[in-house]
């Protein structure tokens, strides 16, 4: 919850994949649901060994931080101090 990564054929998209891969391919997750979105989706919160996914995935310039639907201050502080190359073009 509180992220959106780009798609596969965006600017950034294969990047952003690998990058989540890479962090949680093979490895136990915790998956903490909070909502379902308007299109029936689960929102939540992801944890792989102790790293909080979303934090990581906004620290590496991957994601954006979606402040209508997260006020998370953590969020919002990592999103604010990263170099983000990406855009909603």
Known sequence: RGIDA???SMPYGR???EELV???QGRTLKISIYDT???GRLV???DCNGV???EHMLKK???WHYT???QRPELAEVSSVTTNSLSFT
């Open 37 to 39: 979105d308007r299109y």
């Open 52 to 54: 909080f996914v979303q």
């Open 61 to 63: 310039g991957l994601t």
């Open 15 to 17: 990047e952003a994949k």
């Open 6 to 8: 780009p798609e596969n």
């Open 44 to 46: 939540g919160d992801v």
């Open 68 to 70: 209508a639907y997260d």
């Open 22 to 24: 890479k962090l949680v």
